[in-house]
C-alpha cells in the first residue's frame, strides 16, 4: 500500500468527519434507512429526496410495514418522485425480506429485486461494515480525478472498479465510501471542482497536472425521444375515468386517463381511430388542453381528448374516481398535471 493512498484515506475521512452535512438517513445507519435513501438518492436530488424520505419512514417504520402495505398505497407516497420502478421494486424486495430477512452481503443483496451494484454495496458496507466499494456516478469522477484518467468515466470502468478497490479503507469501508461520495456531492462536482478547500488536493494527480477542470472527459449526450400520447378523459358527473398501466415500463402500475401513442404529425382523422382501438370515441375535432413534460430519457406530450368509453374490456382495471381520491392513488407529476388541466378547463 502507497503511502499516498494511506495518507489520502485519512485525511479524507478526518474531513467527512468534521464536515458531512446532517442528513436524515445518516441519523440512522440501520439497513432499511441506507437501502430506503440510495434508492430516493438514484437520479433524484438531496433535497427533493428528504421530505419524502422522513414521510416514507414515518408510514413504514420497518421493513415488515412496508412489505404489509398495498401497492397502491406505496406508489402514492413515491407520487412525484419519478422513476417509479424503484418504488415497485422495493415493496417486492420488502416482501421477500419481512419473510427472510436482510442480507449482510452486497452479493446477496444483488439478488434482490431493484438493487444494483452499487445500491448493495451502499448497504452491505454503510450498515454492514463489508469492505466493498460504493461506485457511483459521483465516486467515479473523483476517482478518474485523482489518477488523472483521460477517458470518460462510463468508458473506464473495469479500470475504475479495480482502483476502487485499491482506494476502499478495508478497516473503514462505511465511513471511506460514504466520505467520497460526499467529497464528489460538496468538493469534487461537475465542471469546476472546488481544489482550493479539497482535503485530498495534495494527494489528487489532476490537481497537480492542472487537468482538473476537464476530467473526466464528457459523456456524449443521448438525445431525449420525443413521446406523443392522445389521452382519453372520460367523465361521469364529476368523476374521472383512470386505468392502472401495465406493472412494466415507463409509468408502470400507476395511473392514468387512458393514453395510446400516436404520430406527433398524425390528422385527427388517424388519432381518432387510435383512441377508438382503446375503446374511446373522441367527441371533438380537437383536444381540450395539451401537457408537456420534460422526462429524463424523454419530451412527453399529452395530447386530452374528451372522450366517452365504447368498451368496457379495452383496459385491465380502471375505476371512476373524484379529485379527492387522487392522493390515495398512484400518479405521475405528468398525470397529476394533466389531471389538473382537465379540471381547470371543466370549471
Ligand atoms: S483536488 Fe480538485 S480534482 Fe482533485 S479530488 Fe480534490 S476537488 Fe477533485
Not at 113 to 128: E, H, K, N, Q, V
Request: hydrophobic share 45%; with cysteine.
Amino acid at each position: 500500500m502507497t503511502d499516498r493512498i494511506t495518507r489520502l484515506r485519512d485525511d479524507l475521512i478526518a474531513w467527512f468527519e468534521r464536515h458531512q452535512r446532517d442528513l436524515p438517513w445518516r441519523r440512522r445507519r440501520d439497513a432499511y434507512a441506507v437501502w430506503l435513501s440510495e434508492v430516493m438518492l438514484q437520479q433524484t436530488q438531496v433535497v427533493t429526496v428528504v421530505p419524502y424520505f422522513e414521510r416514507f419512514l414515518a408510514r413504514f417504520p420497518t421493513i415488515a410495514d412496508l412489505a404489509a402495505a398495498e401497492l397502491d398505497e406505496v406508489l402514492s407516497m413515491w407520487s412525484g418522485l419519478g422513476y417509479y420502478a424503484r418504488a415497485r421494486n422495493l415493496h417486492r424486495a420488502a416482501g421477500i425480506m419481512a419473510q427472510g430477512g436482510i442480507p449482510t452481503r452486497a452479493v446477496e443483496l444483488r439478488a434482490l429485486p431493484g438493487l444494483g451494484p452499487y445500491t448493495a454495496a451502499a448497504i452491505a458496507s454503510f450498515a454492514f461494515g463489508e469492505a466493498v466499494p460504493v461506485l457511483d456516478g459521483n465516486v467515479a469522477r473523483v476517482l478518474c480525478r485523482l489518477e488523472a484518467l483521460e477517458l470518460p468515466d462510463d468508458q473506464n470502468l473495469p479500470d475504475l472498479k479495480q482502483r476502487a478497490e485499491v482506494f476502499l479503507d478495508r478497516a473503514r469501508p462505511g465511513p471511506f465510501n460514504e466520505a467520497m461520495m460526499e467529497l464528489g456531492a460538496l468538493i469534487c462536482v461537475p465542471g469546476d471542482p472546488r481544489c482550493l478547500v479539497c482535503p485530498v488536493a495534495k494527494h489528487c494527480r489532476a490537481h497537480a497536472l492542472g487537468l482538473e477542470k476537464r476530467l473526466p472527459l464528457a459523456r456524449v449526450r443521448i438525445e431525449k425521444k420525443p413521446l406523443h400520447l392522445a389521452c382519453g378523459v372520460v367523465r361521469d358527473g364529476d368523476e374521472l375515468l383512470l386505468i392502472r398501466r401495465a406493472e412494466k415500463g415507463l409509468f408502470g402500475g400507476l395511473w392514468e386517463l387512458p393514453s395510446v401513442e400516436v404520430d406527433p404529425n398524425a390528422p385527427t382523422i388517424d388519432v381518432k381511430r387510435a383512441l377508438q382501438k382503446i375503446g374511446l370515441d373522441a367527441r371533438s375535432a380537437k383536444p381540450i388542453a395539451t401537457v408537456r413534460r420534460t422526462l429524463t430519457h424523454r419530451l412527453l406530450t399529452m395530447a386530452l381528448w374528451d372522450c366517452v368509453a365504447t368498451s368496457k374490456t379495452a383496459w385491465r382495471e380502471g375505476r371512476f374516481v373524484t379529485e379527492a381520491d387522487w392522493p390515495t392513488l398512484g400518479l405521475s407529476t405528468a398525470m397529476r398535471k394533466a389531471l389538473e388541466k382537465v379540471t381547470t378547463a371543466t370549471r
